[in-house]
């Protein structure tokens, strides 16, 4: 069983930046590909950033950019660097280790205008 726990999410004003963390308990977390995705209100969860075992990352277009998608496996926690935030960016937020079930709880990030 693997344990996933976003945190940084918050409000913040179009143009601002937020990073966000995702720790996980998974013994394996290195050799794990991992995902960021979210889900605005009323609509399906969508994929944002992706990064390899080795630290290569991949990007939704509409994220290019803007967001970087890092990890450091000697904490075995994921990051979400997000800036020039718009507020189509409101969402919740929530990683994954990818092609596994293993999702976190989710952290709000709200983007006024």
């Known amino acids: 069983q693997v344990h996933l726990v976003e945190s940084g999410g918050g409000l913040v004003q179009a143009g601002g930046s937020l990073r966000l963390s995702c720790a996980s308990s998974?013994?394996?977390?290195?050799?794990?590909?991992m995902g960021w995705y979210r889900q605005a209100p009323g609509k399906q969860r969508r994929f944002v950033a992706r990064?390899?075992?080795?630290?290569?990352?991949n990007y939704a277009d509409s994220v290019k950019g803007r967001f970087a998608i890092s990890r450091d496996n000697a904490k075995n926690t994921v990051y979400l660097q997000m800036n020039s935030l718009k507020p189509e960016d409101t969402a919740v937020y929530y990683c994954?280790?990818?092609?596994?079930?293993?999702w976190g709880q989710g952290t709000q990030v709200t983007v006024s205008s």
């Open positions: 998974g013994s394996t977390f290195s050799i794990n590909a």
């Open positions: 994954n280790v990818l092609s596994t079930s293993y």
């Open positions: 990064i390899t075992s080795d630290g290569s990352p």
